[in-house]
């Protein structure tokens, strides 16, 4: 990797700084909006983790230099005018020094007549349904019973799937996923694993198959 290559590439401001916003490799979050100077940056492209400069502190800092919430730099790149970053990480904790995932959790506006949705979002309403149980919830009524109820209805919904699949019914097999991803969620939640765990293992099977793919063009 040539550093002085990549600087030469980029414009720096009258301070010396360049804008960077922080991107969540697997989910594609924008996690924060931070500065590099020339130094910051060459360090983060040896060491392979992010390294900024702080405007108000006016000195370098590690991201997770004193909590542990390091990111490792999985890719960087530069807009059309070379005058700004995004650098994509896979983060080891929050982004945000309030411990939230990312910087920007403040909504200001939002158009009601859009509905934003993600399986993220649903995973982190089943979460809310785990730790805050609601009277009257079926997710909440899940984790009461415990794993082996939530554990049947994966099996249940998995062969509802398998049988509306054989039968070339396109919409009642996207009906029948949607109540196993669902499923398939609730018990995620219930083991404790991530949203994230989901995301790293499959884009890890990406990066196995784009290797393949290479190797069978040459």
């Known amino acids: 990797m040539d550093i002085q290559a990549i600087e030469s590439k980029l414009k720096f401001d009258e301070n010396g700084l360049i804008p960077v916003v922080v991107q969540d490799y697997a989910t594609h979050e924008v996690l924060t909006l931070a500065y590099m100077n020339r ?3 060459r360090i983060s492209l040896t060491e392979g983790r992010t390294c900024f400069y702080s405007r108000s502190r006016k000195c370098l800092w590690r991201k ?6 390091v990111q490792k730099i999985v890719a960087m790149r530069v807009d059309c005018d070379q005058d700004a970053l995004v650098v994509e990480v ?7 020094h309030t411990g939230a995932e990312s910087c920007f959790f403040n909504e200001l506006y939002r158009d009601e007549e859009v509905k934003p949705f993600s399986i993220r979002e649903l995973y982190e309403i089943i979460q809310n349904r785990k730790t805050d149980p ?3 919830s079926y997710t909440s009524y899940l984790f009461e019973k415990g794993m082996e109820k939530i554990i049947k209805k994966v099996g249940e919904e ?3 799937v398998i049988i509306a699949a054989a039968k070339g019914e396109k919409t009642e097999t996207v009906y029948e996923l949607g109540d196993l991803v669902y499923h398939a969620l609730v018990m995620m939640a219930e083991m404790g694993i991530s949203y994230e765990d989901m ?3 499959l884009a890890k099977r990406h990066v196995v198959d784009f290797k393949v793919k290479q190797e069978r063009m040459r």
């Open 64 to 69: 997770g230099e004193t909590s542990g919430n």
């Open 158 to 160: 998995s062969t509802e």
């Open 90 to 96: 896979k983060k080891a904790g929050p982004a945000c």
């Open 199 to 201: 995301i790293t293992e």
């Open 39 to 41: 130094e910051s940056l």
């Open 134 to 136: 609601k009277q009257g």
